[in-house]
């Protein structure tokens, strides 16, 4: 079992920034993959970052160049920068972990909304 902890969402104004952080416990070594979807209210949830154990990294097309994704495998911990912040990303944003063995795991969720 893996569990998934995220924190940092809020209310930030449009240009500004934001950092999420999520930390990761227990069968740490099964994850091959950490990162971040969304999902705002009447959306399907999209991809927003990945983070690959190998530290690669994937970006979904709406927030790439503005959101920066890292992780500190000391701490078991994924950072979702985000800066030049728009209204449209105001969403819900889900942790995720995906094992090896293509199981995902997911955090509770953090609200993270940009008032225009």
């Known amino acids: 079992q893996v569990q998934l902890v995220e924190s940092g969402g809020g209310l930030v104004q449009a240009g500004g920034s934001l950092s999420l952080s999520c930390v990761a416990s227990?069968?740490?070594?099964?994850?091959?993959?950490l990162g971040w979807y969304r999902q705002a209210p009447g959306k399907q949830r999209e991809l927003v970052a990945t983070?690959?154990?190998?530290?690669?990294?994937n970006y979904g097309a709406t927030v790439k160049g503005r959101f920066t994704i890292s992780r500190d495998d000391a701490k078991n911990t994924v950072y979702l920068q985000m800066s030049s912040l728009k209204p449209e990303d105001t969403a819900v944003y889900f942790c995720?972990?995906?094992?090896?063995?293509?199981?995902?795991?997911w955090g509770q969720g953090t609200q993270v909304t940009v008032s225009s």
């Open positions: 995720y972990g995906h094992t090896y063995s293509g199981f995902a795991y």
């Open positions: 227990g069968t740490i070594s099964r994850i091959n993959a």
């Open positions: 983070i690959f154990s190998r530290g690669s990294t």
